[in-house]
Structures are given as C-alpha cells and as structure tokens.
C-alpha cells in the first residue's frame, strides 16, 4: 500500500505558473504508475496527466499537453506536476493517485491540493 500528500496548490493569476509535488510513503513507489486528476465544482474527476514507473513515458490531456509536465523523482518518492500558461479553467482540485496494475485502477488516492486561477 501507499499513502499520497499532495502540496503546492494556491491561488495564481491567469498566466502563471504552479509546480505540484505528490510525497508517496512506502518504499515501492517506483513500482507504481501515477496519475494527476482533477475536478473542478460541479464537474467529475477528469485525467491531467500520468506518468510509468520509470518516468519513461508520459501521458497527457489533450487540454493541458504543451503547457504541463509530469515528472517523478522516484529516489524522493515524490511526484510533480509543472503547469504553466495556467487558465482559470484549471481551476480545480488537484489529486494524485497510485495505479494498481493487478487492479487496473488508480487504487491509491491523496486528499487533494486546491489550484485557483483568477482572470
């Protein structure tokens, strides 16, 4: 098992700039794929963005791909997420998770990291 603290989010201004940190407990993070959703109010939990073991491959929405990237630093069993040219349409709840591959679901949750972006 493994236990998920999302940090970094706050309020930022159309434009800017954020860099999310995922802290993973345990030591076979390097074992899981990852993954950033988010949810803004009133929507579902959409996908941003995931990320292999290895940090060998990424994978994006297509509504944020060329503005953020997923990185892991599985020495620091930490993940992160760099957004920039934010939106106020980024604004959302920010979580990462833990991809199971017995399951075939993201298994593992954080408790979220608000992203506010102001016009």
């Known amino acids: 098992q493994v236990q998920l603290v999302e940090s970094g989010g706050r309020l930022v201004q159309a434009g800017g700039s954020l860099r999310l940190s995922c802290a993973a407990s345990?030591?076979?993070?390097?074992?899981?794929?990852m993954g950033w959703f988010r949810q803004a109010p009133g929507k579902e939990r959409e996908f941003v963005a995931a990320?292999?073991?290895?940090?060998?491959?990424?994978y994006y929405a297509d509504s944020v791909k060329g503005r953020f990237t997923i990185s892991r630093d599985n020495a620091k069993n930490t993940m992160y997420l760099q957004m920039n040219s934010l939106k106020p349409e980024d604004t959302a709840v920010y979580y990462c998770?833990?991809?199971?591959?017995?399951?075939?679901?993201?298994?593992?949750w954080g408790q979220g990291t608000q992203v506010t972006v102001s016009s």
């Open positions: 990320i292999s073991e290895s940090g060998g491959s990424t």
């Open positions: 345990g030591r076979t993070f390097s074992s899981y794929p």
């Open positions: 998770a833990a991809h199971r591959t017995t399951t075939g679901t993201y298994d593992y």
